[in-house]
């Protein structure tokens, strides 16, 4: 599988990663053992880049991954995880004291001295543009608590803000078939800068695997069940915000489209993934994964070939007519 660099972070990782949300909580139960596969079938596949928060599974998440690098040390991973979800969302939360408790609670979890990447976790825009947030990053980075750090974002707006500041490493947005303003401006200026792009939500909760019909029901701890009107948290992180029975209509016409001008043997989550690492800009789109079988078909789509233009004017067609009016504005 191709690798690309990280942003300022330096390492090389995966195009295709692989993200654990699924593998806390939020998305129906797994065990630990299914969780550990997941990870391992992962990196037999050529991954090498997880991504987690102290908050998936109140920590339980990051502890599967600290388990799976005990027991394979020389699987070459890159782990990035997130902090500032276990507290209110409020600016004053996001004090350097705070910083060091969360990064100290994830090093313990994931048992290593120093993290790879750390991400602010969708935080208030006030501490996105705040000096004193980057002031106390840039201090766990002397002090040896990470390694280099960066913001997982919202809004379009939001990535734009962070990307102006120096040391910062990478921005994680929301970016997939139905997500597009990020193409807009926050690719070019990343690039441009040196930070690297995170792509998110690749399936829109899984809504571009096609899988899904009016009569799909989810688990009642499942957030696709639990926040489908943003009660939880913002509405963006559940099906991308798309309304979901417009979701299944727009979907249902993206499996056509890639039944129609996708390579053969190809499944429609596998076109949404390629189509996404495909953009140069982009340095690893994280899908989450429940079981093996999962991980490894999300793997395999980090080596389809270039995809043709009728693949990407589909993409716009489907997303102007369906989605462009309720979500452009919003994120």
């Not at 409020?90 to 609670?105: A, I, K």
């Not at 996105?128 to 750090?149: E, K, N, P, Q, R």
């Not at 070019?188 to 829109?204: C, D, M, Q, S, T």
């Not at 070939?305 to 009016?325: C, F, K, Q, S, V």
Request: aromatic share 8%; charged share 25%; glycine share 8%.
């Amino acid at each position: 599988m191709e690798k690309r660099t990280l942003g300022r972070t330096g390492r090389e990782v995966s195009v295709v990663g692989l993200g654990t949300w699924q593998l806390g909580a939020d998305w129906g139960e797994v065990s630990e053992d299914d969780a550990l596969h997941v990870l391992e079938e992962s990196a037999a596949a050529g991954i090498t880049f997880f991504d987690t928060a102290d908050v998936y599974g109140d920590g339980r998440s990051e502890q599967v991954i600290g388990r799976f690098l005990r027991e394979h040390p020389d699987a070459g991973i890159t782990v990035a995880t997130k902090m500032g979800r276990r507290v209110d969302q409020l600016p004053e939360n996001y004090t350097l004291d705070n910083f060091r408790s969360w990064t100290d609670r994830s090093r313990r979890n994931l048992g290593v001295e120093r993290l790879d990447l750390v991400q602010l976790h969708c935080p208030p825009t006030a501490t996105i543009t705040a000096d004193a947030t980057y002031d106390a990053l840039d201090t766990l980075v002397s002090d040896g608590a990470i390694a280099a750090y960066g913001v997982s974002v919202e809004t379009v707006d939001q990535a734009l803000a962070a990307i102006e500041r120096p040391h910062l490493s990478s921005v994680q947005i929301i970016l997939n078939a139905f997500r597009l303003k990020p193409f807009d401006a926050v690719l070019p200026a990343a690039a441009e800068a040196g930070v690297g792009i995170i792509a998110r939500v690749p399936l829109a909760s899984g809504l571009l695997s096609g899988k899904y019909d009016r009569s799909t029901t989810f688990a009642a701890d499942d957030h696709r069940t639990y926040n489908r009107d943003g009660s939880a948290f913002d509405v963006g992180e559940t099906f991308s915000g798309v309304d979901f029975e417009t979701g299944l209509s727009a979907a249902a016409e993206f499996t056509d489209l890639v039944r129609s001008h996708g390579p053969a043997d190809v499944t429609p989550a596998q076109v949404a993934i390629a189509w996404l690492w495909q953009h140069p800009a982009v340095s690893s789109v994280i899908p989450g994964a429940r079981n093996a079988d999962q991980a490894r078909s999300n793997a395999a789509a980090g080596d389809i070939p270039a995809l043709g233009d009728e693949i990407e004017a589909g993409i716009r067609r489907i997303y102007d007519t369906h989605l462009r009016a309720a979500i452009h504005p919003r994120w």
